[in-house]
């Protein structure tokens, strides 16, 4: 191993904040190469829970972390997040590097991202109110404040007197609250003090431990499926969640990453607005997101949950080039007689093997299933492959075949070492 990528090939909260926890043990440098505060990667230790937004999950192991350029990076979330580690006993100062080429989330971010979502009624895309979209938007439209830029002061000034000016026009015609200048211009040139030790070139740095043969690991956020480019648009995310961003991410070459393991759930869930073709809006999919726990990490909503959709994630494998798979949550389906596998989309008269880009196809499609042999036996307690039982190994087995792809992990339980490691053979 020597650079890996660990992303999801669902819908988000696949679980890829433990995955990426058990590998930055023999990683020495964990990379965040998009996304923003509206992430939330959870990792239990013991009896200790740790929900992660910005900061990779490798600083519970001590390793060199890293948010690239291409993560949209709000200071005062960052610095909440900080203070909850350490008061947790993790230590952050001189494990975290922020690249010095990241955008900046200011509050007419978040005050634009509720406002418009509010304006758009039953339109709504259900974003975390987090302002990840608009600042992209002005990354995008070359109107972003960069980290870098916080230290130039007559810069820094002038870029955001402009944007306040047009925000608050833009919020003024949402019927918001407008926004105080020099309000923000204090705070964050007190939040640019406060960052100084930890802004770095990060691009330098990771090219630098990649031509070092490091171990370097890059943590996507999200999940694949609602990828800027190659997700269910506009019910996406505003970034590349998928393997493609990391070269533009995190400023490495393309082809650099030699594993790319993706992480899904042994059923589906998704958070937010957008088509959902194995939902199950019923006493069902109730069970499933009560036994599994099934609210979001980041907001608290609750998830909306579903049977394993064949299409969409080989979809995600395809476009990033997964080699390996992580199943995770398969004890929260050990109560059920019957399982089921969705194997194309019925649309009209035809039935879809291919995930299409048509979002009128994808709302009303109807699942083609596979019914498989529940195990009806608990699965906490399996710590190699031989612990779980012979029908939960069918099911990863049948995964495996249908998306051609090996499951190497996989995850009965929230803590750490509630993980059976294949070995590359189910």
Known sequence: MSVRCVIGVQWGDEGKGKIVDLLAEESDVVVRYQGGGNAGHTVVVGREKFVLHLIPSGILHRRACVVGNGVVVDPEQLFAEMADLEAKGVKVRGHLFISDRANVVFPYHKAIDRAGEMKRGITKIGTTGRGIGPCYADKYARNGIRIVDLYDRELFEARLKVNVEEKNYLLAGLGAET???????????????????????????VNDAIDHKKRVLFEAAQGALLDIDHGTYPYVTSSNSDATGISSGAGVPPGCVRDVIGVAKAYTTRVGSGPFPTELDNALGEKIRQIGSEFGSTTGRPRRTGWFDLVGCRHAIRTSGVSELAVTKLDVLDSFDTIRICTGYKVGKKVLKDFPADLRSLETAKPVYRDVRGWKTPTVGARKLVDL???????????????GCVVSMVSVGPERKQTVVTGGRI
Do not use: C, G, Q
């Open 179 to 205: 926004l105080n200048y020099a309000k923000i211009l204090r705070e964050y040139t007190a939040f640019a003090k406060r960052l100084k030790p930890f802004v770095a070139d990060t691009v330098t740095m």
């Open 389 to 403: 039982p012979a029908a939960a190994r069918a099911y990863l087995r049948d995964l495996e075949h249908s998306l």
